[in-house]
T-cell receptor, first 111, second 115 residues
Framework: QKEVEQDPGPLSVPEGAIVSLNCTYSNSAFQYFMWYRQYSRKGPELLMYTYSSGNKEDGRFTAQVDKSSKYISLFIRDSQPSDSATYLCAMRTSGTYKYIFGTGTRLKVLA | GAGVSQSPRYKVAKRGQDVALRCDPISGHVSLFWYQQALGQGPEFLTYFQNEAQLDKSGLPSDRFFAERPEGSVSTLKIQRTQQEDSAVYLC?????????????FGPGTRLTVL
């Protein structure tokens, strides 16, 4: 079993929909949680990061962490075709620099 | 350009050849990471430099993989005697502070195909 599990998709939604992307993990020591967006043939770019549990909002994006369930989510409101990309979750423990990535979920937002 | 750059963008090698992949991090960034991303997978950690010091190379898959950053800026990932299973995108990322800062800036990657 991988330390971080993520449904690879693809996930297809109509423009304007609310998108929910999720990851589960097994290591309870993870404390820093990141979401990256990766367009085809590009490197990942950081969208959101959260520390420990709770919610964080930035524009159309909301990140949630539920440490008791070992579950993190990224919500995208009013999704746009330009949001079509692969979304990667990543996490690490405190005091280390090794990021563990999920496999990524491919999202398609249909115009 | 202000971002991380990598060269070449694409590399085709015959099995058994040696390859060298270059990463130019953002100027002044202390930390540099190399990742391997297989098709349909997330990036997997290979190695980490803080300035010129290679602090962690635990992710390098075999002794055919070698990385260096001699002057604390440009880094090179070398793969000797390439094998087909080495085919992947090799990503470089840099961050301003020491490795525990969260924002890593990724380059576009080098896509290596071993025939």
């Amino acid at each position: 079993q991988k330390e971080v599990e993520q449904d690879p998709g693809p996930l297809s939604v109509p423009e304007g929909a609310i998108v929910s992307l999720n990851c589960t993990y097994s290591n309870s020591a993870f404390q820093y949680f990141m979401w990256y967006r990766q367009y085809s043939r590009k490197g990942p770019e950081l969208l959101m990061y959260t520390y420990s549990s709770g919610n964080k909002e930035d524009g159309r994006f909301t990140a949630q962490v539920d440490k008791s369930s070992k579950y993190i989510s990224l919500f995208i409101r009013d999704s746009q075709p330009s949001d079509s990309a692969t979304y990667l979750c990543a996490m690490r423990t405190s005091g280390t620099y090794k990021y563990i990535f999920g496999t990524g979920t491919r999202l398609k937002v249909l115009a | 350009g202000a971002g991380v750059s990598q060269s070449p963008r694409y590399k085709v090698a015959k099995r058994g050849q040696d390859v060298a992949l270059r990463c130019d991090p953002i100027s002044g960034h202390v930390s540099l990471f190399w990742y391997q991303q297989a098709l349909g997978q997330g990036p997997e950690f290979l190695t980490y430099f803080q300035n010129e010091a290679q602090l962690d190379k635990s992710g390098l898959p075999s002794d055919r993989f070698f990385a260096e950053r001699p002057e604390g800026s440009v880094s090179t990932l070398k793969i000797q005697r390439t094998q087909q299973e080495d085919s992947a995108v090799y990503l470089c990322a840099s961050s301003l502070g020491e490795g525990t800062s969260n924002e890593q800036f990724f380059g576009p990657g080098t896509r290596l195909t071993v025939l």
